[in-house]
């Protein structure tokens, strides 16, 4: 896991003022070493956090004089060592044991479609001596960032978008578009829009070929149906569940491969529980497992240590708890706000954080539950889409911060034109070959949500730690054999029936049949005291009046009356319009 950046000029030599100065943004990415390597016009950077191989040896950017090929790499290969017998057979010899070096080969033995043999998460750029091109690729799922810019004869490109704002010259108005998304879609963006006009993002699952003299060529490498398929008619309930356990356990097992110490953090609900008891059932002992809690407020409660020491217990794991209070909390609010790559409302980020922060003092990799309520239908909204009708409307009903209506009240004139966050989900279920409205839902959410809220999130909080997530509901196989299992049996009861029922044969019943919880902060959610002030004194720094993004009278009444304007989902609509903001001076904007 590491922090990649890189420079494309197609008129003389590229600056490497500007790859240090995105290093230097990277550096908490990958603190164990770093490197810069050019020729021409090409100049690629690298932090690197030392996971497999932690030799000189698998230094990046890493460089083959033999095959004439340059990498930088973030992201971990899991079948590397398969690829690596394989590509033995073929010649090809290695002067390292990193997956990168695999990656490197496979480009070179296989070319682009290299990536379609790779299990796990990466974004890469690889440099063709010989042609001068420039191949950039994303995983499947988008666990790995790749943000790019371009301006005046050159592209760039880094990891994180204040990486491309530390090397200059990009275009920082708001991209009004990005912004009716922000404020529609739980601060989602879809790609290859970000909140600035002038930094775009590769798409999941997306190669972007790049030539010497700037011509580029995007191609999508893979996609994702959801629905039944005839060939399945055959499976009953057990069939999936037995399916999906064992699945799963693969998922679990190939996540712990490396070089260094590794844990799971461990909520207390159903998806971290499931990987913990998997991993157990594979023989892992004395299991290093970390847990987060909050002070309660207005009745929120603030941990789920009563669950997560459950499963603790039953599994004899080497347990720790993290107990912040308020304080603690707002005092770590600006770093976690800096570490966004885009700005992100979800008040957990700060948990995340603060979790890392301990976590990393333990292990280097760790493996969390991202992806199970997407993948496998938990969230409250899915069954309200069976058999519906109105797919557009129920699902901006069910999703959706505001409507449009109160968008026109909420943002100043300039920034709102049309309802782009409707009409971009109409598009979208329009073109999405999944046939009914709860599966073009569940794709909606796997290709957009799901990889611009809580897999990013996860990612920005942990990499700022040096600290390597890896999210096991998001292997590949595994989503595509979920993406085959009939919508009723996913959204049946409370929802991730399939799921829950696979997790009975491993995990004890009172985690599983709790009320679903999620990861509270609960002083981001009701706003009041020190957090209100530090709220308010955002929106009213210079910088953001001058800005004027938000009519001020919706500004007020947001902070006159912060608990009674939360989002149908019970969020706080105060701390997702300061949120924008604060993340906007934080970077200087």
């Given amino acids: 896991m590491c922090g990649i950046c890189g420079e494309i000029s197609f008129d003389g030599a590229a600056d490497p003022s500007a790859i240090r100065a995105m290093m230097r943004e990277l550096h908490p990415r990958g603190p164990d070493a770093g490197g810069i390597h050019g020729q021409g016009g090409v100049l690629f950077g690298h932090c690197r956090l030392k996971i ?75 440099h063709e001596r010989d042609s001068g091109r420039v191949v950039l690729a994303r995983d499947r799922l988008g666990i790995k ?77 893979w996609r ?4 039944p398929r005839d060939a399945d008619r055959g499976m009953s309930e057990a069939d999936w569940r037995d399916a999906v356990l064992d699945s799963l356990g693969t998922a679990v097992e190939r996540r712990q491969i490396a070089d260094v110490p590794t844990g799971v953090l461990l909520s207390g609900g159903l998806d971290s529980s499931i990987i913990v008891a998997l991993l157990a059932k594979k023989g892992q002992t004395g299991l290093k497992t970390f847990s987060v809690g909050f002070d309660a407020v207005n009745g929120v409660e603030g941990d789920e240590f009563k669950y997560s020491d459950i499963i603790a217990r039953e599994f004899e794991t080497d347990h720790t708890k993290l107990v912040v209070d308020g304080a603690r909390t707002l005092d770590a609010l600006p770093l976690a706000i800096h570490a966004m790559a885009e700005p992100q409302m979800s008040h957990d980020a700060v948990a995340f954080l603060l979790l890392s922060q301990e976590v990393s003092k333990h292990v280097k990799v760790i493996q969390s539950g991202q992806g199970a309520d997407e993948v496998f239908g938990g969230y409250h909204w899915y ?11 129920d699902y901006a009903k069910a999703y959706f911060d505001r409507d449009h209506t109160e968008m026109k009240q909420a943002l100043a004139p300039d920034f709102v034109n049309g309802d782009d966050s409707r009409d971009y989900i109409a598009a979208f279920f329009a073109a999405s070959n999944s046939r009914s409205a709860i599966d073009k839902t569940l794709e909606l959410d796997q290709r957009i949500m799901l990889v611009d809220d809580p897999v990013k999130r996860v990612d920005n909080m942990t990499m700022a730690c ?11 196989e595994l989503v595509e054999l979920a993406a085959r299992i009939p919508a009723e049996l996913k959204v049946k009861g409370e929802g991730k029936h399939i799921l829950k029922e696979a997790a009975r044969t491993v995990v004890p019943a009172e985690v599983i049949d709790r009320k679903k919880g999620y990861f509270p902060v609960p002083a981001l959610k009701h706003i009041r005291g020190p957090f209100l002030d530090y709220v308010r004194d955002v929106l009213d720094e210079p910088a953001a009046r001058h800005r004027g993004l938000f009519n001020r009278a919706y500004v007020d009444h947001l902070l006159a009356d912060p608990d009674g304007t939360l989002t149908p989902k019970g969020n706080s609509k105060l701390w997702q319009v300061a949120l924008l903001e604060a993340w906007l001076q934080s970077h200087g904007i």
């Fill in 52 to 126: 497999i191989d932690l030799s000189e040896a698998g230094q990046q950017p890493m460089v083959d004089p033999e095959l004439g090929l340059a990498i930088v790499f973030n992201g971990c290969i899991y079948n590397y060592p398969a690829l690596r017998e394989a590509l033995t057979a073929i010649g090809y010899r290695f002067f390292s044991t990193s997956d990168t070096e695999v990656v490197l080969k496979a480009y070179h033995a296989w070319g682009r479609d290299c990536v379609t043999r790779f299990l796990g998460m990466f974004a890469f750029a690889v």
């Fill in 145 to 221: 960032p790749l943000y790019y810019s371009e301006a005046r004869k050159r592209f760039r490109f880094a990891s994180s978008l204040p990486a491309l704002l530390a090397a200059g010259d990009v275009d920082t108005a708001i991209d009004p578009r990005a912004l009716h998304h922000y404020m529609s879609w739980h601060a989602g963006v879809p790609a290859p829009l970000t909140i600035l006009k002038g930094v775009r993002k590769l798409h999941p699952a997306t190669i972007l070929t790049i030539e010497p003299n700037g011509e580029r060529r995007e191609e999508t490498y």
């Fill in 224 to 227: 994702l149906t959801i629905g």
């Fill in 383 to 393: 069954p309200k889409l069976m058999g519906s009708t109105d797919p557009v409307g």
């Fill in 466 to 476: 040096g600290l390597e997530a890896r999210v096991p509901f998001l292997d590949h």
